[in-house]
C-alpha cells in the first residue's frame, strides 16, 4: 500500500493547516497552548517548526490573519514560548495587536480620503467637452 497522500487527503491537510496556522494570531490562543503544555512537548515545537512554510508567497497568499506568521517567528523561540504562559504577557500582546490595528485603520481612512479628495479635485479641473453646432 501506498504512504503517498490522495489529493482530498492534501486537500484536507492544507485546510487543517492553514486554519491552525492563522490560529496563532490570537494571544490567547498561544497562551493556552502554553498553559497546556504544547511549547514543552518536542514533537509539537518541531510542528511549529514545520509550518514555517506558510511563510513562503505561494501560501502566504491564502492567509486572512498574516499577523499569525509574525507570531509563528516568535514560537521558534525558547523564551517566547515560555514568556506566553503568563497571562499578562498574552494580555500585553492582544492590547498591542488592537493598538496596531486601530492605527492601521485610521491611517488607511485618511489616505483613502486624501485619494478621493485628489480624484474629486481632478475631476472638477477637466475642461468640459464643448458640443460642436
Known amino acids: 500500500m501506498s504512504t503517498r497522500e490522495t489529493d482530498e487527503q492534501q486537500r484536507i491537510r492544507f485546510q487543517v493547516e492553514l486554519e491552525f496556522v492563522q490560529c496563532f494570531?490570537?494571544?490567547?490562543?498561544?497562551?493556552?497552548?502554553?498553559?497546556?503544555?504544547?511549547?514543552?512537548?518536542?514533537?509539537?515545537i518541531n510542528y511549529i517548526k514545520y509550518l514555517q512554510y506558510w511563510k513562503e508567497p505561494a501560501y502566504a497568499k491564502y492567509l486572512k490573519y498574516p499577523m499569525c506568521l509574525h507570531?509563528?517567528?516568535?514560537?521558534?523561540?525558547?523564551?517566547?514560548?515560555?514568556e506566553v504562559v503568563n497571562g499578562q504577557c498574552a494580555r500585553f500582546i492582544d492590547d498591542q495587536q488592537i493598538l496596531h490595528w486601530q492605527h492601521?485603520?485610521?491611517?488607511?481612512?485618511?489616505?483613502?480620503?486624501?485619494?478621493a479628495e485628489k480624484h474629486m479635485?481632478?475631476?472638477?479641473?477637466?475642461p468640459t467637452p464643448q458640443k460642436s453646432v
Not at 492601521?104 to 485619494?115: A, H, M
Not at 479635485?121 to 477637466?126: C, K, L, R, S, Y
Open 25 to 44: 494570531a490570537n494571544p490567547n490562543y498561544l497562551h493556552f497552548l502554553a498553559q497546556r503544555g504544547y511549547f514543552k512537548d518536542p514533537a509539537f
Open 71 to 82: 507570531f509563528l517567528d516568535l514560537l521558534q523561540y525558547e523564551h517566547f514560548r515560555k
Open 104 to 115: 492601521y485603520t485610521r491611517k488607511r481612512v485618511r489616505l483613502l480620503q486624501s485619494q
Open 121 to 126: 479635485m481632478t475631476v472638477q479641473n477637466e
